[in-house]
């Protein structure tokens, strides 16, 4: 008797980005490192760091996915995995350099702009007690 396969769901905010079914294996990176999993692992959730995502589907080679920040839900036979981007490849190397020159870009570019949208917000919070008190 052959074990269950896992159904794997990629999703973005706009659209599902990939869905597999028979996949017999995953492997993903969290911030305590790599972890994977196998069809009867028991259900779980992991919060992703911007890396590589492997799985294998039956009868067929791994496959590798570049993914931003994200999480993962096993539910069953049933793995989400949503992320707010993604890239899919064959070539290891160019989804490691996808992976640092489009993610963690990305994640300096929104803690710049964070720091910007705290300092406007605090000055309008002092202006406005200003305004108050006069």
């Not at 990939?18 to 069809?39: C, D, H, K, M, Y």
């Not at 070539?91 to 910007?116: C, G, I, N």
């Amino acid at each position: 008797m052959q074990p269950a396969l896992m159904t794997l769901k990629i999703l973005l905010p706009f659209r599902i980005f990939a869905e597999q079914n028979a996949v017999t294996r995953i492997v993903a990176e969290t911030r305590q490192g790599s972890f994977g999993i196998l069809p009867q692992r028991l259900d779980c959730v992991a919060a992703f760091v911007p890396g590589i995502l492997i799985y294998k589907t039956d009868g067929e080679d791994e496959k590798y996915v570049a993914l931003d920040e994200g999480v993962l839900v096993k539910s069953g036979p049933n793995v989400l995995v949503s992320v707010r981007n993604a890239i899919a490849g064959t070539d290891l190397h160019q989804l490691r350099e996808a992976v640092e020159r489009e993610f963690l870009t990305l994640d300096e570019q929104e803690q710049s702009l964070r720091s910007v949208m705290a300092k406007l917000e605090s000055s309008f919070v002092r202006r406005f007690a200003d305004f108050r008190h006069d």
